[in-house]
């Protein structure tokens, strides 16, 4: 079942039965942090970096469960995460002293290997001691659904959770009657940030608000209090009822008692804790501030700092960021006006002209359903990228429509083999958004994050290798595959359909000049709205939906032009210092079979890559 990772995977098992003792299932009691930390003594380097990853991972249960690690690791399914200010507190000390003991390993006698990986992981628990004193400006409710708190937990619930056992539904009627408590967490500590002064801005707290209603099944109506709520009318009570019903191993007597069950759980602790935190965000809002970013909030120009080291890895300063977001914006743009000109449109005609007019004269295939079609560009892209991928994952790729309003994202496998790789996929829309629809696949599925990600788990490294990614890395490299795509000759008869590839690289290029705006240069959220609609050709309005993400998370969205544009350094410097002997799949294998790191050490790798081809060459 475990494929390439099984040999790995066995020994991680062995080691965590030595920990057993540590290891407290279905309750949300934690050891000790010296008991913890006295388990680490006296390991080799390679029990080491299993023993006390598997202690920063149980701290998030959710996580575990995503990853499909409980049975590894030997927990429950059935504990939500705890994300008060004092556990926080504890898991920075436990980690503190993982560091600590890092250090007691010579690293200059290590191997290769074992130099690489502690270097690595150096860099990772540094970077979450960093996290950790930024914590409060996390905003942890946000539109932006991705990275909120809120939409994370109703994603567990609503499709993450396995459910393909007994104890798979009684560990999610647990975590059910837990909502509550997690909710209650979360009112906390949005209460400690206003209190800190970091309060999202009115916009994004209005958004949630809406979300939230849509939850409860109460957009148009306006209950006096929680008990106008019936169960049977929120959203989650549906999903709940599909759930099961796709659970063909139950009898309709186990499917009755269980619905029966989590319908309880819905009136005593999800629906009173939603209604809680809507009404404490109606209150925050109040006291909102109109704009957001770093340069609203105390201490923000050292939060902008580390949060764009954290995320791109390298020590670049805003003016930086968005000096690099300005050229790339331009070099991106010339090029989709060479290709309006192809096409016959004049290269000088501003570029929401061009679009409307390229757009009023196409003819969108629509002959094949949504999903059918991905699969037709999954079987294109799988014959194009054979000759230069020779390492490609042994976990198998589905398309599912996608939930939450047809937004499309991919989910890794499972370590335990329980969940495929996933791409959820939007299935409706306007014919024309048909030719976005390839570039979308490259980056989230073949070969962008599926072939990273699901191979990652699969290499024979440490576990911690095999699953922490830095954006710049993870992100840099999706990118990498729409444009590798392209060079594949994909989008060739397809003039469209490479624009829309370029248009989404172009948002990518100013995301490094909005987000430096907003965070460094203090603009609002319809100044970075109007620079997306001039710099891509679309309205302003259209635009102020993306601005919650980077207001709320300054860095995550310039992470992926400078991987990219690092990548392609790197490949450039190989093709220049190799010359024939340069191979498009080697240098691949270089950047995959190693997992994923900072990108100063993906350099160091391809500059090893180079001098040992030139050897071998000699």
Known sequence: MFG???????????????????????????????SILSNLDGLSLSEFFDVSYREILLRNPERVTLLGLAEMLGVRNDRLTDISTAYAHKTASLVSGILERLHTYDREALDRDDRLSFDIYEWFIEDLLLQHEFRLYDYLVTSFTAFSTDWQLMDLLSEMHPLNTHADVEDYLSRLSQVDWKV?????????????????????????????????????????????????????????KRRFRDCEWMT?????????????????????????????????QESAPEVGGATSMPGGAEYLAFAMAHHTTLDLSADEIYEIGLAEVKRI??????????MGYSRDWPLNVLWDRAYADAVPDTSLPWLEEFARIQAEIELAIAPVFDLVPDAPLEVRRAPYGGVNYYMEPAFDGSRPGIFYAQTSGSPLGRYGMPVVFHHEAIPGHHFQLA????????????????TAHGEGWALYAEGLAH??????????????????????????VVEAGVHHFNWTDTEGAAYFA????????????????YVGYPG???????????????????????????????FHNVLLRDGAMPLPLQEQLVEEYIEATLNANE
């Open 184 to 240: 209650g967490l979360l009112i906390d500590e949005l209460e400690l940030r206003r209190d800190a002064g970091i309060v999202p801005p009115q916009f994004m707290i209005a958004t949630s608000i809406e979300q939230m209603r849509g939850w409860l099944g109460i957009w148009f109506i306006a209950p006096q209090d929680v008990s106008g709520i019936s169960p049977y009318g929120v959203e989650l009570y549906q999903t709940i």
């Open 455 to 470: 191979l990652m788990h699969e290499l024979d490294l440490p576990l911690f290798r095999r699953i922490e990614m830095p």
């Open 487 to 512: 060079e594949l000759g994909i989008y060739e008869g397809n003039p469209l359909g490479n624009l829309e590839r370029l248009r989404l690289e172009l948002m990518r290029a100013a995301r490094l």
């Open 534 to 549: 001039e710099v891509l050709g679309y309205s302003r309005d259209s635009m102020i939906g993306l601005m919650p993400r």
């Open 333 to 342: 743009q010339s090029e989709m006006r060479d290709v309006f000109a192809e």
């Open 4 to 34: 390439k990772r099984l040999p790995h995977l066995l020994a991680i098992v062995c080691l965590m039965s030595l920990c057993m003792p540590f290891a407290i299932q279905g309750t949300n009691e934690t050891p000790s942090v010296e």
């Open 556 to 586: 995550q969205g310039s992470a992926y032009t400078i991987g990219l544009l690092k990548i392609l350094e790197l490949r450039q410097r190989a093709m220049d210092a190799l010359g024939d002997a340069f191979d498009l799949s080697d």
């Open 252 to 284: 309709d007597e186990e499917r009755s008692a269980y619905t029966d069950r989590a319908v309880e759980q819905l009136e005593t602790s999800y629906i009173p804790a939603i209604w809680n935190l809507l009404a404490m965000l109606t209150a925050l």
